[in-house]
């Protein structure tokens, strides 16, 4: 491998990895800064007993030598010991200072990186969430809302056929169309599975559906409260790990009901049209997928509520 092309690979990774490491040197550098203020400070008592035996110096020649030592070279000479005495106190704190200004700078640049990263990721998703949006209602104006429902969730239509003896023993035979849902395409890219893996989990069925339940009616308290709330924020709640999409994807509470989502949060455990949704819920399924109705990217609109 070529040193140019090992040094464009150093760099990436380093540009990749800029706010942890620099977050890292910032809290490195605020240790030594307060290891070596402490070591100044230790210093910091010979300077000021320095200090004083030369102003008692000063004080002995003013009453010994009055005759040729006036109270203006007194004075003169105070000044000139008190600003030695400054420097040489400056000097054992400028480096703690130093690194700890390093830090600070180090911190704030990691901050602005990061933030800058979570607004183009937020601009990113926008344009994915309008263009996905946009196909959505080309879809529904040209086949029917109906129909890219059953796009979206894949839901199919299963004819059967059940052949029926009368009373006369005539035969008849029944053709039932059902429409059932896929469960390989029904969730969306936010769906999670709550089951055993999980923290919250229990044995017990139906502690599972009232602990969603309880987290559900939670998550929409905060919402009506703050506003506003993030996917990852009720993946902190349910106790699954947080996911880039959902720094900047959750939910706006609108008390007008102007059209910006649903106006509540749902995590589809009593979405009946799902039958393992249902199961759950009656306790003949263990485990359950939690899809949350988020209302898209909201980074840009959470403060669109207020007033």
Not at 72 to 98: F, G, N, Q
Not at 158 to 171: A, D, W
Not at 270 to 293: H, M, Q, T
């Amino acid at each position: 491998m070529k040193v140019k092309d090992m040094a464009s690979r150093v760099g990436f990774v380093l540009q990749k990895n800029a706010p942890d490491i620099l977050t890292g040197v910032g809290i490195v550098g605020f240790i030594t800064s307060s290891v070596l203020i402490g070591r100044a400070s230790m210093k910091l008592e010979g300077q000021i007993t320095e200090l004083k035996d030369n102003l008692k110096i000063v004080d002995r020649c003013l009453e010994e030598k009055a005759d040729s030592y006036s109270e203006e070279d007194a004075k003169k000479d105070r000044i000139m010991m008190y600003t030695h005495a400054s420097i040489k106190i400056a000097k054992l704190y400028t480096p703690a200072v130093s690194i700890g200004m390093i830090s600070i700078g180090c911190v704030l640049k990691s901050h602005y990186i990061m933030k800058n990263r979570m607004l183009s990721l937020s601009a990113a998703y926008a344009t994915l969430a309008v263009g996905y949006k946009a196909y959505q209602d080309r879809v529904a104006a040209k086949y029917g809302e109906e129909a890219e429902k059953e796009i979206r969730y894949n839901i199919n239509t299963v004819t059967t056929e059940e052949t029926v003896i009368g009373k006369k023993g005539k035969e008849t035979t029944v053709v039932t169309e059902t429409k059932v849902m896929d469960a390989q395409g029904m969730h969306s890219p936010y769906a999670k599975i709550f089951d055993e893996s999980n923290i919250n989990f229990e044995r017990d069925s139906e502690m599972n559906v009232n602990f969603l339940t309880a987290q559900q009616r939670f998550a929409n308290d905060k919402l009506h409260a703050r506003g506003h709330l993030f996917l990852n924020e009720v993946y902190d709640m349910l106790g699954f790990p947080r996911t880039k999409a959902g720094q900047v994807v959750g939910w706006i509470w609108d008390k007008k009901n102007e059209g910006l989502g649903d106006n509540y949060i749902d995590f589809g455990i009593f979405n009946f049209d799902n039958p393992r949704a249902a199961d759950f819920v009656n306790g003949y399924e263990k485990s359950v997928i939690l899809d949350f109705n988020v209302d898209g990217n909201i980074w840009d609109r959470q403060f669109e509520t207020i007033g």
